[in-house]
T-cell receptor
Framework: GDSVTQMEGPVTLSEEAFLTINCTYT??????LFWYVQYPGEGLQLLLKATKADDKGSNKGFEATYRKETTSFHLEKGSVQVSDSAVYFCALSDRGFKTIFGAGTRLFVKA | EPEVTQTPSHQVTQMGQEVILRCVPISNHLYFYWYRQILGQKVEFLVSFYNNEISEKSEIFDDQFSVERPDGSNFTLKIRSTKLEDSAMYFC?????????????FGPGTRLTVL
């Protein structure tokens, strides 16, 4: 079945460092891909999405490009802030009845 | 901006008791979902609901669980006899349509604690 694999955390960075969180997926069809963020004690917020190959989703300085050839959707940010500390979930939606999530990557950003 | 709402934000119950978690999806959405996140673990799909029927359910969604749309606005998840392992954050979501292009919008979650 469809699945999402993302890099294990936690990831600890200093403020203004470059962030990459790797995500790869397995799907039988042509899924849409998402990154969700969960701040401490809060629910899931959609960070960005891409619906077809080579699309780039971007929001709040975060970017991810839908790479069909490598089945990847890596999350990047050029300069992280303390306020970016959260858990990041990569996810896919194929037929649309459900969203399948990766295990989540916790990011700590130190001042 | 329209959003999915959930009540209560936190529910504490005794093992064996019934609980009902409530959700108000976005008003023009037709597809509704419940997900669960046990503390520190991944978000897991429970069930999807469309046209007053379950569209798909996971292995987690056994006979102890049921969903209902009792009126035009609410969507509920009932756990008939709660177990300790039902303690989790439960997220409701809704979408306008189905398929990969239809984004699911998530509510803030209900934290269920079973004692």
């Amino acid at each position: 079945g469809d699945s999402v694999t993302q890099m294990e955390g936690p990831v600890t960075l200093s403020e203004e460092a470059f962030l990459t969180i790797n995500c790869t997926y397995t799907a039988t069809g042509y899924p849409s891909l998402f990154w969700y963020v969960q701040y401490p004690g809060e629910g899931l917020q959609l960070l960005l999405k891409a619906t077809k190959a080579d699309d780039k989703g971007s929001n709040k300085g975060f970017e991810a490009t839908y790479r069909k050839e490598t089945t990847s959707f890596h999350l990047e940010k050029g300069s992280v802030q303390v306020s970016d500390s959260a858990v990041y979930f990569c996810a896919l939606s194929d037929r649309g009845f459900k969203t399948i999530f990766g295990a989540g990557t916790r990011l700590f950003v130190k001042a | 901006e329209p959003e999915v709402t959930q009540t209560p934000s936190h529910q504490v119950t005794q093992m064996g008791q019934e609980v009902i978690l409530r959700c108000v999806p976005i008003s023009n959405h037709l597809y509704f979902y419940w997900y669960r996140q046990i503390l520190g673990q991944k978000v897991e799909f429970l069930v999807s609901f469309y046209n007053n029927e379950i569209s798909e359910k996971s292995e987690i969604f056994d006979d102890q669980f049921s969903v209902e749309r009792p009126d035009g606005s609410n969507f509920t998840l009932k756990i008939r006899s709660t177990k300790l392992e039902d303690s989790a954050m439960y997220f409701c979501a809704s979408s306008e349509g189905q398929g990969a292009y239809n984004e699911q919008f998530f509510g803030p979650g209900t934290r269920l604690t079973v004692l």
